[in-house]
């Protein structure tokens, strides 16, 4: 099976080693060949995010002839993932465009969904002795609608101690431009969140989405709380020893 990774700007710019390598290593392990088409850029969330629809059509046009020649397309990133999911909507009134988009939609598989939903795979072969809990960020659950996924995995890591968090369903408080634009909101949102992580007595929060994970992750750090913050990907790929974010 042919994957094409769409690793998203995060991963590439601030997290490569840790998420984008851990990412190839599953997939690979698990019978794919992977390669990185090297013209992706930004899939225009953050201008779509702002309302500015008709100008992140032209990072779209782009993203559909980069990924138009992928069997699959696979993205650590679940917020991501629903971005190219939105294509079809902004060429509404282009129907060359909007079936190109649609057929990049139907292709594209966040990382989890992909494994178990794809691959038909719910064990893969992980191990990490650890306390953990796990963030449900908004646009992998609400818009993407993936849920189960990341859970039948996790239940499957050999050694891992798992504890729900307490109003899981609550935004981080990143959304993207909304933690620059709503900074005092966003601020009290994520200081809620770090708390209830706290209550699990976890020494590690996982999560699916690089922007929930930098933004809990930082906060936690200037907070001096002990817990550490790792990718679902990088749990996936963890064996006797882990390197988690620093």
């Given at each position: 099976m042919n994957v094409s990774l769409f690793l998203t700007c995060l991963a590439d710019v601030v997290y490569p080693a840790a998420v984008g390598k851990s990412t190839v290593e599953i997939l690979e392990r698990l019978g794919c060949e992977v390669?990185?088409?090297?013209?992706?850029?930004?899939?225009?969330?953050?201008?779509?995010?702002?309302?500015?629809?008709?100008?992140?059509?032209?990072v779209a046009k782009h993203m559909i002839k980069t990924f138009e020649e992928a069997e699959y397309v696979v993205?650590?990133?679940?917020?991501?993932?629903?971005?190219?999911?939105?294509?079809?909507?902004?060429?509404?009134?282009?129907?060359?465009?909007?079936?190109?988009?649609?057929?990049?939609?139907?292709k594209s598989f966040?990382?989890?969904?992909?494994?178990?939903?794809?691959?038909?795979?719910?064990?893969?072969?992980a191990e990490l002795n650890?306390?953990?809990?796990?963030?449900?960020?908004?646009?992998?659950?609400?818009?993407?609608?993936?849920?189960?996924?990341?859970?039948?995995?996790?239940?499957?890591?050999?050694?891992?101690?798992f504890t729900e968090l307490p109003n899981k369903q609550q935004c981080c408080g990143f959304g993207g431009t909304f933690s620059v634009k709503m900074v005092p909101i966003s601020?009290?949102?994520?200081?809620?969140?770090?708390?209830?992580?706290?209550?699990?007595?976890?020494?590690?929060?996982?999560?699916?989405?690089?922007?929930?994970?930098?933004?809990?992750g930082?906060?936690?750090?200037?907070?001096?709380?002990p817990v550490k913050v790792m990718h679902i990907a990088e749990v996936l790929n963890s064996r006797a020893e882990v390197k988690t974010w620093e």
């Open positions: 390669d990185f088409p090297k013209k992706q850029t930004c899939c225009g969330q953050p201008a779509f995010n702002s309302g500015f629809h008709r100008e992140s059509r032209d993205s650590p990133s679940g917020s991501c993932v629903a971005m190219l999911k939105e294509y079809p909507h902004l060429f509404e009134d282009d129907t060359d465009w909007q079936d190109r988009a649609e057929e990049l939609a139907n966040e990382l989890t969904q992909f494994i178990v939903d794809v691959l038909k795979v719910e064990d893969v072969g650890a306390n953990v809990t796990y963030h449900t960020s908004c646009h992998m659950t609400r818009l993407l609608g993936v849920k189960e996924a990341p859970m039948k995995l996790l239940e499957n890591v050999k050694g891992l101690h601020e009290q949102m994520v200081n809620e969140k770090v708390q209830h992580i706290e209550e699990t007595d976890a020494d590690i929060l996982i999560g699916s989405d690089l922007g929930c994970l930098m933004n809990i930082g906060r936690i750090e200037r907070q001096g709380k």
